[in-house]
């Protein structure tokens, strides 16, 4: 990431103009910004000193359209005031009366969701802040944002979608930070590969509801459903030492933060306070600086991932970033070294934000020697194959690397202590450990052979593997590292089969039926339990799976027991209504196409698609919109009279002297 010239405060209003429109685009459209956050705010601040009208002012944020259609907001949505200093901050805090609310600043994308008569309606982005980017289909995937919300108004909530650091980290080095990547895949059109990112959202606001505090608005939001960012109500003495408090945990949370954001608790103060055109009086962000410096690349090592990729990391000269000398920088993979034309004894900016490792932002003079890649494994020497911006080891039995991360990934996931890095090497080179049920077998006796191992320590690893001999059904399925197969698919999973036996007997037919499972994750979670089947039968000679209640689906219905695809698009109603008036009559809303679909539904506008030609190849019955809609309006006339009926018996059946019983 190059820094700023030296020069660029005596640039006139149409060279920071010029900058500044350029860097907000290679930020929000390219998601591949120049420089560093700090530094655009300065090159803005110092605009609008000279030049407080100027349309680029008013401009910042994504190009209409980049994302998806335009949707217009009820309200603003304004950016937010900055400060990087504590003088500036008390300042500002010394304008109103009240608490504040302190929230972390997470580092991602300001969404807007809109709910009309309780259902959701439309979710855009930012945007300009007046106009943001449709991106409602990939929000309705999303697990904590709810369909409905009780309530009659048009409200809007909004917040933060953001990609989680354990979830950039598992894509094995493919991207280069968590928020581009989060813009990335909220433009992914494919829900198989939108869901397999594993983004989140966190309200921060509630408009159109009649509340008295921002704090109630987190209240509200949880009732609905939703997960509030984390905040703390706050004295307007305690600002400063609430934003060192969130700095110092920074490391411990499963997002970016680049700040700390305050603001007025009380609404009458917000009113009172009032917006200017760019921010609101009453909210301010006390921003991290994210930290650049310019280096030399002088070698590239490669790392061995738990499912086999090689990554690239960068040897630079030291260098100072955030107060740490660094001499490692992350170059995410082989596609990235590709695309940045990168050769070693390259001039390049290292950036650290936010507290996560050190990675490269920009080349800024190339090296004369250029980078290739591996033509082995380093860990274990196999052949190493590129495949597209990827560098695989094909070789995950004989691999060393690898099968210290399944140990550790197991150990992790299981929770199993004492088990660090060290000691896995150790017992792994010693033949102690190969796999996860070696962890099992492992003795006392065994531990205390190895130096700096007394038999305290030696008991205490033992009793902690004992103590996960009994693993939860979810626990146990995403501990064994199958693709695809994480936290939140192997809750799904264990709640629909209860069982381990009913889990490795599901057909990929009959999991893409079940809510996120597309054709291509279904596939991958029932070929990778195929493929640990060795694995999995070893661990039941230690291991107790314990299954879980299955979550029935409500029994009757005229439709009950009918699965429903669409596909094209409807004419006669939206696609999300067709699904929710199948489910309220007992059917399902199925996510692929499978033997045992019940009805492929092909909309009256625009194309059909695969989906029509894998149906008709399945034997699946097709309906057209016209009969689909037929098809509904019987069942739900069906329904009526079965809820009439059953209304009539139970009034009929009731004693005397209870409401609704009939007169003698």
Same mark, same amino acid.
């Given at each position: 990431?190059?820094?700023?010239?030296?020069?660029?405060?005596?640039?006139?209003?149409?060279?920071?103009?010029?900058?500044?429109?350029?860097?907000?685009?290679?930020?929000?459209?390219?998601?591949?910004?120049?420089?560093?956050?700090?530094?655009?705010?300065?090159?803005?601040?110092?605009?609008?000193?000279?030049?407080?009208?100027?349309?680029?002012?008013?401009?910042?944020?994504?190009?209409?359209?980049?994302?998806?259609?335009?949707?217009?907001?009820?309200?603003?949505?304004?950016?937010?005031?900055?400060?990087?200093?504590?003088?500036?901050?008390?300042?500002?805090?010394?304008?109103?009366?009240?608490?504040?609310?302190?929230?972390?600043?997470?580092?991602?994308?300001?969404?807007?969701?809109?709910?009309?008569?309780?259902?959701?309606?439309?979710?855009?982005?930012?945007?300009?802040?007046?106009?943001?980017?449709?991106?409602?289909?990939?929000?309705?995937?999303?697990?904590?944002?709810?369909?409905?919300?009780?309530?009659?108004?048009?409200?809007?909530?909004?917040?933060?979608?953001?990609?989680?650091?354990?979830?950039?980290?598992?894509?094995?080095?493919?991207?280069?930070?968590?928020?581009?990547?989060?813009?990335?895949?909220?433009?992914?059109?494919?829900?198989?590969?939108?869901?397999?990112?594993?983004?989140?959202?966190?309200?921060?606001?509630?408009?159109?509801?009649?509340?008295?505090?921002?704090?109630?608005?987190?209240?509200?939001?949880?009732?609905?459903?939703?997960?509030?960012?984390?905040?703390?109500?706050?004295?307007?003495?305690?600002?400063?030492?609430?934003?060192?408090?969130?700095?110092?945990?920074?490391?411990?949370?499963?997002?970016?933060?680049?700040?700390?954001?305050?603001?007025?608790?009380?609404?009458?103060?917000?009113?009172?306070?009032?917006?200017?055109?760019?921010?609101?009086?009453?909210?301010?962000?006390?921003?991290?600086?994210?930290?650049?410096?310019?280096?030399?690349?002088?070698?590239?090592?490669?790392?061995?991932?738990?499912?086999?990729?090689?990554?690239?990391?960068?040897?630079?000269?030291?260098?100072?970033?955030?107060?740490?000398?660094?001499?490692?920088?992350?170059?995410?993979?082989?596609?990235?070294?590709?695309?940045?034309?990168?050769?070693?004894?390259?001039?390049?900016?290292?950036?650290?934000?936010?507290?996560?490792?050190?990675?490269?932002?920009?080349?800024?003079?190339?090296?004369?020697?250029?980078?290739?890649?591996?033509?082995?494994?380093?860990?274990?020497?196999?052949?190493?194959?590129?495949?597209?911006?990827?560098?695989?080891?094909?070789?995950?039995?004989?691999?060393?690397?690898?099968?210290?991360?399944?140990?550790?990934?197991?150990?992790?996931?299981?929770?199993?202590?004492?088990?660090?890095?060290?000691?896995?090497?150790?017992?792994?080179?010693?033949?102690?450990?190969?796999?996860?049920?070696?962890?099992?077998?492992?003795?006392?006796?065994?531990?205390?052979?190895?130096?700096?191992?007394?038999? *305290? /320590?030696? $008991?205490?690893?033992? &009793?902690?593997?004992? %103590?996960?001999?009994?693993? #939860?059904?979810?626990?146990? @399925?995403? =501990?064994?590292?199958?693709?695809?197969?994480?936290?939140?698919?192997?809750?799904?999973?264990?709640?629909?089969?209860? *069982? /381990?036996? $009913?889990?490795?007997? &599901?057909?990929?037919? %009959?999991?893409?039926?079940? #809510?996120?499972?597309?054709? @291509?994750? =279904?596939?991958?979670?029932?070929?990778?339990?195929?493929?640990?089947?060795?694995?999995?039968?070893?661990?039941?000679?230690?291991?107790?799976?314990?299954?879980? &209640?299955?979550?029935?689906?409500?029994?009757?219905?005229?439709?009950?027991?009918?699965?429903?695809?669409?596909?094209?698009?409807?004419?006669?109603?939206?696609?999300?209504?067709?699904?929710?008036?199948?489910?309220?009559?007992?059917?399902?809303?199925?996510?692929?196409?499978?033997?045992?679909?019940?009805?492929?539904?092909?909309?009256?506008?625009?194309?059909?698609?695969?989906?029509?030609?894998?149906?008709?190849?399945?034997?699946?019955?097709?309906?057209?919109?016209?009969?689909?809609?037929?098809?509904?309006?019987?069942?739900?006339?069906?329904?009526?009279?079965?809820?009439?009926?059953?209304?009539?018996?139970?009034?009929?059946?009731?004693?005397?002297?209870?409401?609704?019983?009939?007169?003698?």
């Amino acid at each position: 990431m190059e820094p700023l010239p030296s020069d660029w405060p005596t640039w006139d209003t149409g060279r920071l103009e010029a900058e500044i429109a350029g860097h907000n685009r290679r930020y929000w459209d390219d998601q591949a910004p120049s420089i560093s956050d700090y530094d655009y705010d300065r090159l803005v601040e110092r605009l609008r000193a000279l030049a407080p009208e100027s349309p680029v002012l008013r401009a910042m944020g994504p190009t209409i359209g980049a994302l998806g259609a335009p949707v217009e907001h009820l309200a603003s949505m304004l950016s937010l005031d900055k400060t990087y200093d504590e003088d500036s901050l008390q300042k500002w805090a010394a304008k109103f009366e009240g608490e504040l609310v302190m929230t972390p600043k997470i580092d991602g994308l300001a969404c807007s969701i809109r709910y009309t008569r309780g259902r959701l309606e439309v979710a855009a982005t930012r945007g300009s802040g007046e106009i943001g980017e449709d991106v409602t289909i990939n929000i309705r995937l999303f697990d904590d944002v709810p369909p409905r919300i009780p309530v009659d108004e048009t409200v809007e909530v909004r917040g933060e979608v953001f990609l989680p650091l354990s979830a950039f980290h598992a894509l094995e080095g493919d991207f280069a930070n968590p928020r581009n990547t989060a813009a990335g895949a909220l433009k992914q059109k494919n829900p198989d590969k939108f869901k397999a990112f594993g983004l989140r959202f966190f309200a921060y606001d509630v408009l159109g509801v009649p509340i008295e505090t921002e704090h109630e608005k987190f209240a509200c939001a949880k009732a609905w459903g939703f997960v509030p960012v984390e905040h703390a109500l706050v004295r307007r003495d305690q600002v400063q030492a609430g934003y060192e408090a969130y700095v110092a945990r920074r490391d411990d949370f499963d997002f970016e933060i680049d700040g700390v954001v305050f603001k007025a608790n009380r609404l009458d103060e917000q009113v009172r306070l009032g917006a200017t055109a760019h921010h609101p009086r009453y909210a301010i962000a006390y921003k991290l600086q994210g930290e650049s410096a310019t280096t030399v690349l002088r070698d590239v090592e490669w790392s061995v991932s738990r499912n086999g990729v090689l990554t690239p990391v960068g040897i630079v000269e030291p260098v100072k970033l955030s107060g740490a000398t660094v001499t490692r920088i992350s170059l995410h993979n082989w596609g990235l070294v590709q695309s940045k034309g990168l050769s070693l004894d390259a001039t390049v900016v290292a950036m650290r934000r936010g507290g996560v490792i050190p990675y490269l932002e920009a080349v800024v003079k190339p090296g004369d020697r250029p980078i290739e890649p591996p033509a082995e494994c380093p860990s274990c020497g196999a052949a190493a194959e590129v495949s597209g911006d990827l560098v695989w080891c094909r070789n995950p039995q004989g691999c060393r690397a690898q099968t210290i991360a399944n140990l550790n990934h197991y150990a992790k996931v299981v929770d199993i202590e004492g088990f660090g890095q060290v000691w896995l090497e150790k017992l792994l080179d010693a033949g102690v450990l190969h796999a996860p049920p070696d962890f099992y077998r492992i003795t006392a006796q065994d531990l205390v052979e190895f130096d700096r191992m007394g038999e *305290t /320590l030696a $008991a205490k690893m033992v &009793a902690a593997v004992d %103590a996960r001999r009994a693993v #939860s059904l979810p626990v146990f @399925l995403q =501990a064994l590292g199958v693709r695809d197969l994480g936290k939140t698919a192997a809750t799904t999973l264990a709640e629909r089969y209860g *069982t /381990l036996d $009913a889990v490795r007997a &599901a057909t990929p037919e %009959a999991l893409t039926e079940l #809510s996120k499972f597309g054709e @291509l994750v =279904a596939r991958h979670v029932t070929e990778g339990l195929a493929e640990k089947a060795h694995l999995i039968d070893a661990l039941l000679e230690h291991v107790e799976v314990t299954p879980v &209640a299955v979550r029935e689906k409500p029994r009757g219905g005229p439709l009950f027991g009918k699965s429903f695809l669409f596909t094209g698009t409807l004419a006669r109603m939206r696609r999300e209504d067709a699904q929710d008036r199948v489910i309220a009559l007992g059917g399902t809303a199925a996510s692929g196409v499978s033997k045992n679909l019940g009805y492929l539904v092909v909309g009256s506008e625009g194309k059909a698609g695969s989906k029509l030609q894998k149906a008709e190849k399945a034997g699946v019955p097709v309906l057209s919109e016209d009969a689909f809609v037929e098809l509904l309006e019987r069942a739900e006339a069906e329904s009526r009279a079965t809820r009439s009926s059953e209304a009539q018996a139970s009034q009929a059946q009731a004693p005397d002297g209870v409401a609704g019983a009939q007169s003698p």
